[in-house]
Structures are given as structure tokens and as C-alpha cells.
């Protein structure tokens, strides 16, 4: 049996799970996620208590059991408090700016790049080398973390460009100029 597939996902107060049909809709204090999931598996809600349960020991089923049960917590852990990343701006006159739902960073290029906030993302700039990225859906705020961060990656050589807050890059030296002449 999946060790994570087995534990119970505990749903707080002010959150309202349904199931239909393993089409899961949580709604909480944040706002409400919808997902479909296999039907093969079973999906239990009970006071307070969501469990899942698999069929057979297919591998199929067993990679699909954790999975379902995470993403399920992670629904209810969204409703409840949302998930957000931090990126941070390295480098001179890279910076950020928000104006409205927008946010306008400079990054050395020859034109600002703009970056305009979704229904479902929100983005705030509390210093202009932050930008922190939020939402309910924790796999839409990580790959819009991932696109800002894309826009200009650290490089190894100054550690210049935006990163994840905490990454660590790792850093090549420079050309030694040993073998010239």
C-alpha cells in the first residue's frame, strides 16, 4: 500500500469538499478548485475526512493512489491558505514595478517586459528586486513562477537574472587568461 496514499486528508472548518463521481470541488475561505480524477479509484469524503482508496495492486493504481491523495491535499490546502513564490531580481538596474495588475520589470533589456496579473494569480512587488507570486492552485502558481523566472534565468558567471528565493546558483569561474601570450 502507497504510505502516502493510505493517510487521510483532514478538511478544516469554513471548507466544503463534494464529490461527484470523482469529479472533486473544494470551496474554502480563498475561493474553490474543481478537479476530475480517475474513476478507477475511490474517493471517500466523510465529516471532515477525505480517503482514497485503489482497486488492485496495479501499478497503474499505485501510482495513481498517492498522487490523487496529494493533489487533493493540495486543493484543500489552497482553499485554505493559498500557496506563493518568491523570486528575487539580481543584478544593476534589474528591477520591478507594479502599476494596476501589472507589473513592469526592467531586466537589461532594450524594452521593459510586462507581466500582467490572471483571475487566478496574483502578483505583488514589496521591493522593486521582489516579486512574490500567489494563488489557490499550487501548480498554476509554480509554472507562473516558472515563466516569470524564464524571462531572464540566472547566469553562472555574476549570479545575474531572476531566481527562486533561497535557489542556490551555482557559480563558474571566469576566463583565467592563463596561455596567452
Do not use: C, W
Not at 22 to 41: A, C, D, M, W, Y
Not at 55 to 80: C, F, Q, W, Y
Not at 138 to 149: D, N, P
Amino acid at each position: 500500500m502507497s504510505r502516502i496514499g493510505r493517510m487521510p486528508v483532514t478538511v478544516p472548518a469554513g471548507v466544503e469538499v463534494k464529490n461527484e463521481n470523482n469529479l472533486i470541488t473544494v470551496k474554502g475561505p480563498k475561493g474553490e478548485l474543481t478537479r476530475q480524477f480517475s474513476t478507477e479509484l475511490g474517493i471517500e469524503v466523510a465529516e471532515g475526512v477525505i480517503n482514497v482508496t485503489r482497486p488492485s495492486d496495479d501499478k497503474k493504481h499505485r501510482s495513481l493512489h498517492g498522487l490523487t491523495r496529494t493533489l487533493i491535499a493540495n486543493m484543500v490546502e489552497g482553499v485554505t491558505n493559498g500557496y506563493s513564490k518568491t523570486l528575487e531580481i539580481e543584478g544593476v538596474g534589474y528591477r520591478a514595478a507594479k502599476q494596476g495588475t501589472k507589473v513592469t520589470l526592467s531586466l537589461g533589456f532594450s524594452h521593459p517586459v510586462v507581466i500582467e496579473e490572471t483571475d487566478a494569480i496574483k502578483l505583488d512587488v514589496p521591493q522593486p528586486n521582489r516579486i512574490v507570486v500567489s494563488g489557490i492552485d499550487k501548480q498554476a502558481v509554480g509554472q507562473f513562477a516558472a515563466e516569470i523566472r524564464e524571462k531572464r534565468p540566472p547566469e553562472p558567471y555574476k549570479g545575474k537574472g531572476i531566481r527562486y528565493a533561497g535557489e542556490r546558483i551555482i557559480r563558474k569561474e571566469g576566463k583565467s587568461g592563463k596561455g596567452k601570450k
